[in-house]
């Protein structure tokens, strides 16, 4: 199955400055009843500060300065996870441990005050430098430069324990890592929290679906084109994705500039929807944000076609802007994108019906320009007074 339509953006400016705002639409809403969980998504994972350099020519040459013309800095990790899901107005909850430092403060204020995301399961390790990454976007490309300290004995037991109060949600959203079993993941689904899970790179080079014990408690597997193909052996990705749902209810592929395939076993259905013509400016976080996509409307119950033409929509909303959670659209962004390509000369009257789903989910146009970015790319201002 070979998608024939496109559809294009627009490219925005780069890295702006807005106030944050929560998400304007709530997907669930009609879902939503009295015995419902507390939480729509709950997550678990290292929180990173991410700083961003952007506006380099080139890329950095030894023994020289380069300057940049624009930073950002943002709570990265799996913080990018958790922003992307809170912006597409679910109610998440972050289990995690934070550094005991200014980086761990800001990071927490960033996500429980900017973001609204809970962090009653996340705890402060005393002594623990928070971990930094510090990225380089040019020429589309991106340059990660990580450092993080060991942590304390006692970061060990906060992260056990932060995982092990992993609050009850419908949703829950999980990297596997190859042999290895993650009790939270079993208590989750057991507790009836729909699992979807996503998968790195398989440094032992076994890539063997045997090792990924956590896979029998999971809805939806989510890997890319060549982690599919590798831990299945299907030359295409396609194949792989079907081979995969003999251990997985959903197999979503992602295909890079090509789009994304899905299969659903349980309903028969496959769906292929193509990318959306952009010019990528920095991937970070794109993964994370796809999945965000996803799993709203998997939740939201919105048939397998849609939902992945809305993981694609807002990663491909993510990847025109610099940084990780920075990046994450909220459903401001997606309204004024729908309404602007709707407006644009030429596009394909079938591209545009992939997404007249659309209608009704995303606000009412806002007296707000084009691109709507709510980031403050800094660590924080001194407020006087």
């Not at 009295?34 to 678990?44: R, Y």
């Not at 020429?139 to 304390?152: A, I, K, L, Q």
């Not at 992260?159 to 990297?175: F, K, L, T």
Request: with cysteine; aromatic share 8%.
């Amino acid at each position: 199955m070979t998608p024939s339509h496109t559809i294009t953006g627009e490219e925005p400016e780069h890295l702006t400055r807005a106030a944050p705002c929560r998400a304007q639409v709530d997907p669930l809403a009609a879902l939503r009843g009295p015995g419902d969980p507390p939480w729509d998504v709950c997550l678990t994972g290292t929180v990173f500060l991410d700083i961003i350099f952007t506006g380099l020519d080139s890329a950095p040459v030894r023994g020289t300065e380069s300057w940049a013309r624009g930073m950002g800095s943002s709570p990265g990790g799996v913080a990018n996870m958790a922003t992307a899901l809170a912006r597409l107005g679910l109610k998440t909850s972050l289990a995690a441990a934070f550094g005991d430092d200014h980086y761990g403060d800001y990071c927490w204020d960033a996500l429980e005050q900017g973001e609204g995301i809970d962090l009653s399961a996340s705890r402060t390790v005393p002594g623990w430098h928070s971990p930094v990454t510090v990225s380089m976007a040019y020429e589309g490309e991106r340059t990660m430069v990580s450092h993080g300290h060991e942590p304390p004995p006692q970061a060990a037991f906060l992260q056990e324990r932060a995982r092990d109060r992993v609050p009850r949600a419908r949703a829950a959203v999980a990297s596997l890592t190859p042999g290895t079993r993650a009790p939270w993941i079993t208590a989750a689904a057991r507790e009836g929290t729909r699992i979807f899970a996503d998968v790195g790179w398989d440094d032992t080079g076994a890539w063997d679906l045997a090792g990924l014990a956590d896979l029998e408690h999971c809805e939806a597997f989510l890997p890319n084109a060549e982690e599919a193909k590798r831990y299945t052996g299907a030359d295409c990705p396609r194949i792989a994705a079907h081979a995969l749902t003999e251990y997985v209810p959903v197999a979503v592929v992602t295909l890079g500039p090509e789009g994304a395939y899905a299969v659903d076993r349980r309903t028969g259905e496959a769906a292929e929807v193509p990318a959306i013509a952009v010019e990528a400016l920095d991937p970070t976080g794109a993964g994370d944000v796809f999945v965000a996509g996803f799993v709203t409307g998997s939740l939201a119950g919105w048939p397998l076609a849609d939902r992945l033409a809305f993981a694609g929509l807002t990663a491909a909303l993510s990847v025109q802007e610099f940084g990780g959670s920075l990046s994450a659209p909220g459903w401001s962004e997606i309204g004024a994108w729908w309404r602007r390509v709707q407006a644009l000369p030429g596009q394909d009257p079938a591209a545009l019906r992939r997404y007249e789903f659309l209608e009704g989910l995303v606000p009412e146009e806002l007296d707000r320009p084009w691109p709507l970015r709510r980031a403050v790319p800094t660590i924080g201002f001194r407020h006087s007074g």
